[in-house]
């Protein structure tokens, strides 16, 4: 069952077209991550969706849409109040919020916030204050614009891990803007890319990460390493380390690592990247490779003479 269909919808920005006649169909049960650079224009499509900017073309809503912005503002009240206070505005009966809001702040694993300030919470325990009113609505769309930003590395992790099944109760379908693509795969079950406006890029994302459709999406997804003058692409993960390896190799850099380094590799075809175990090896060092995977795209286009 469809939850949302978008068929040549643009949004414009003064003289500027930031989503150029886009067509996206989500689905019931979905969870979808929007990834895409800088600028290319995924707020103002989840905007667009939310019904919070104006946009041309077709745009239907199997529903309700509910929209977590990025930033936690939050009332100066206690959790429990921001949670119910989210439900009022959104209509739920008085008698059905006390226990939607435990339940919300239970699948964040924040309950124990609920009698806590909001000014008293740290920057983590916001944002999952922030997540749980969205989350406690119970729409038939929920849109979450980049709800990890701004954490430390360890709070974004624990709060990755809880969002993971509690998006899937939290709604119909989800959309979610993300950041950091390591997200995408441990949210999403489909991953859509967005560039300049377009979307570049739209499967499973194991599928996808195996095989971009184009050499510029392969790049933003990680593709780091090429041979042939650019025809074949792969990423560190799959190039290893490899005694009995095919391919000759020159280390011609090392970033340490804390568990090991990232190599820089000149072979004859092109540079590779890679993991290593240990950071032992030395610049002008000679090492073999094996590959696991890599994937064919046409040659870059040369350069014309004038």
């Not at 944002?127 to 849109?143: C, E």
């Not at 999406?217 to 490899?242: I, M, P």
């Amino acid at each position: 069952m469809s939850i949302l269909r978008l068929a040549g919808v643009a949004v414009r920005r003064g003289r500027r077209t930031v989503i150029d006649a886009l067509d996206l169909e989500i689905r019931e049960g979905e969870v979808v991550a929007l990834l895409g650079p800088n600028g290319a224009g995924k707020s103002t499509l989840l905007e667009a969706i939310g019904g919070i900017i104006p946009a041309t073309g077709t745009l239907e809503r199997g529903g309700r849409v509910a929209t977590v912005l990025q930033t936690p503002g939050l009332a100066s009240r206690s959790v429990r109040a921001n949670v119910d206070l989210a439900q009022a505005w959104w209509g739920v009966p008085r008698r059905e919020r006390r226990g939607r809001t435990q339940q919300a702040l239970a699948d964040l694993r924040a309950e124990h916030l609920a009698k806590r300030h909001a000014t008293t919470l740290s920057g983590g325990e916001r944002r999952r204050v922030h997540l749980a009113r969205g989350i406690a609505v119970r729409p038939d769309l929920l849109l979450l614009d980049e709800p990890f930003a701004g954490l430390d590395p360890e709070t974004h992790a624990a709060l990755v891990e809880d969002a993971a099944s509690a998006l899937r109760r939290a709604a119909k379908a989800v959309i979610v803007v993300l950041h950091e693509r390591a997200d995408a795969w441990a949210l999403a079950d489909r991953v859509v890319v967005l560039m300049a406006g377009r979307i570049v890029a739209d499967g499973p994302p194991d599928a996808l990460l195996r095989q971009p459709p184009t050499a510029e999406v392969a790049r933003f997804l990680g593709y780091d390493g090429e041979l042939d003058g650019g025809r074949w692409l792969t990423r560190s993960a799959w190039v290893h380390l490899d005694p009995q390896g095919d391919l000759k190799a020159t280390v011609t850099g090392v970033l340490r690592l804390q568990d090991g380094a990232r190599l820089e590799l000149a072979t004859d075809g092109g540079t590779l990247r890679c993991l290593s175990p240990t950071s032992d090896l030395r610049v002008g060092e000679e090492v073999r490779l094996r590959i696991d995977h890599s994937v064919a795209y046409p040659p870059p286009p040369r350069p014309v003479a004038n």
